[in-house]
């Protein structure tokens, strides 16, 4: 059985090593990414079966990638999760407006994450 591949899209690195720790911990396969032309570049590679996208990133926010991921004919089908730090009820609507299935609010909780 293969292990499920998840992406994970964050310019802060700090960031990016807990969610690393955090999903192999639970026995998922994690690659990250620092901004949207590195993202793009690990799907070209290998499909992920989930993103994990920050949405304050420089150059192509998270938002934009998002949008470009749904109408892209070969990624509209992954699941992306908005990791964010800001929990105003409006961005959780940018974010699913944007194509994004789910919101998690930054500082992440390591608890419930994993089950997401």
Known sequence: MKIPLILAVDDHPPNLALLMHLLTLHGYAVVTASDATEALVAIGRERPQLILMDLQMPGIDGFELT???????????????AVTSSARAADHER????????HVAKPIDTRTLPQK
């Open 67 to 81: 949008r470009l991921l749904k109408a892209n004919a070969r990624t509209p089908d992954i699941p992306i999760i």
């Open 95 to 102: 974010a699913l407006a944007a194509g994004c299935d789910d």
